[in-house]
T-cell receptor
């Protein structure tokens, strides 16, 4: 069965600290996609990244980086030098092969204090 | 231009009423979705349409009925609203297997 676990319910750090959000997934498929979305206080869901199961290459985009490890079924998200504007709820999600739906983690609320 | 737009953004209504939420996407995507986000921020899919055909219909009360008049539109009609229907409803669209883009959400409050 598909499942996405974000064990960290809430994380609070001081601005400029680095922070890592954990995501562990379960799937029986060999073809699947992993996603991260951001939901700021304004409420919209913003796509951040997609990674397919055949591409374990880590990715960096500015202060954001993602570490995908199939061996541990993890797809972790790190924010370097956090800023107050990074405060949001972050969701990790999974979709399998030709399946059309996203299976969501419960989200991690990230609070960046000035 | 807004990629996925849903209206209204806020909807306050009394129990027992019938209401609709409209969604339109201009991205040329072949798949559209409705998701529900509860008060604890948990997201769950309700329906998915691919090329106007219903392909996912999760365990949702039959008071909820999606309608897809064409590939660019997926509306959600809710009959006999109940207090427990209060939530944020998100419309989204995607190409198959690719990231979904979401509307701004509709906050439904049933009183």
């Amino acid at each position: 069965a598909q499942k996405v676990t974000q064990a960290q319910t809430e994380i609070s750090v001081v601005e400029k600290e680095d922070v890592t959000l954990d995501c562990v997934y379960e799937t029986r498929d060999t073809t699947y996609y992993l996603f991260w979305y951001k939901q700021p206080p304004s409420g919209e869901l913003v796509f951040l990244i997609r990674r397919n199961s055949f591409d374990e290459q880590n990715e960096i985009s500015g202060r954001y980086s993602w570490n995908f490890q199939k061996s541990t079924s993890s797809f972790n998200f790190t924010i370097t030098a956090s800023q107050v504007v990074d405060s949001a709820v972050y969701f990790c999600a999974l979709s399998e092969g030709s399946n059309y739906q996203l299976i969501w983690g419960a989200g991690t609320k990230l609070i960046i204090k000035p | 231009d807004t990629a996925v737009s849903q209206t209204p953004k806020y909807l306050v209504t009394q129990m027992g009423n019938d209401k609709s939420i409209k969604c339109e996407q201009n991205l040329g995507h072949d798949t559209m979705y409705w998701y529900k986000q509860d008060s604890k921020k948990f997201l769950k899919i309700m329906f998915s349409y691919n090329n106007k055909e219903l392909i996912i219909n999760e365990t949702v009360p039959n008071r909820f009925s999606p309608k897809s008049p064409d590939k660019a539109h997926l509306n959600l009609h809710i009959n006999s609203l109940e207090l427990g229907d209060s939530a944020v409803y998100f419309c989204a669209s995607s190409h198959t297997g690719v990231e979904a883009f979401f509307g701004q959400g509709t906050r439904l409050t049933v009183v």
